[in-house]
């Protein structure tokens, strides 16, 4: 990876790991502006579906014609289980149920799940710039677009299951940390992209199709609706500007 894109990949990967972090934030500071974060949801499931399905699946595919359509099926069937075996039942946005994460084991493994998402989120950002400037731009978008609902809803859990204001503020840290981390590796071993690419695509579907849309299928009315729809608009603007 040329230095340029390998430095590139590391500040695009801090700046999405301090949004995990401001999410938190803005939950412990009982920031009005934290009501805003449902609408990075729609839109950010409308971009990162459209990124991964147009983008980041047909680049693995082209990588690796045999083995990118299973590995994107791992990563997303990796995810799911252990959502459903390691991690409890949790959903992007404020925790209200309080009695679902009365123990720190219970708001750890939350922990743990996200983590596993934000370590693959920075895979990707890392692999889409060792194939272009092009994929990396529109990865860190999609990833991005989610980073502060993430961080926020992380702290929430923690505050929900009795742990203080530090501890939710280092779990946003520490889901910050892991997409730096997932960064790191790619740019250490650039032919991991094989594998990491169509791997973080299927787990890219997970977090969009499986994760976010439920929880703009849970507000009423149509609006929600049509902001994951121009998610999908903003990709198609982006790929229309784009000079390849």
């Known amino acids: 990876m040329p230095s340029s894109s390998l430095w590139l990949s590391l500040t695009l990967g801090a700046v999405a790991g301090l949004a995990d972090y401001l999410g938190g934030l803005l939950l412990v500071r009982r920031s009005p502006s934290a009501r805003a974060l449902r ?61 679902e994460f009365l123990s720190a084991k219970t708001s750890y493994s939350v922990l743990l799940g996200l983590a596993a998402h934000t370590f693959f989120d920075g895979i990707a950002i890392g692999s889409g710039f060792v194939l272009s400037h092009w994929l990396g731009w529109v990865i860190f978008i999609a990833v991005f677009l989610h980073k502060l609902p993430e961080g926020f809803t992380v702290a929430s859990v923690m505050l929900a299951s009795g742990r203080g204001k530090v501890a939710a503020l280092n779990s946003a840290m520490a889901l910050g940390a892991t997409t730096l981390l997932g960064v790191l590796v790619i740019n250490l071993r650039p032919h991991w992209v094989h594998a990491g690419l169509p791997l973080s695509a299927g787990v890219t579907i997970y977090v969009a199709a499986t994760d976010l849309v439920p929880e703009i299928n849970r507000e009423p009315g149509i609006r929600m609706a049509l902001i994951f729809f121009v998610g999908v608009a903003v990709f198609f603007l982006l790929k229309l500007l784009s000079p390849l």
């Open 39 to 99: 609408y990075f949801v729609a839109l950010g499931a409308g971009f990162m579906l459209a990124a991964a399905v147009l983008e980041m699946i047909p680049e693995g595919i082209g990588l690796s014609p045999r083995w990118a359509p299973i590995l994107v099926l791992a990563g997303y069937c990796g995810v799911h289980l252990l959502e459903h075996t390691l991690v409890p039942h949790f959903h992007f946005g404020e925790e209200t149920h309080h009695h």
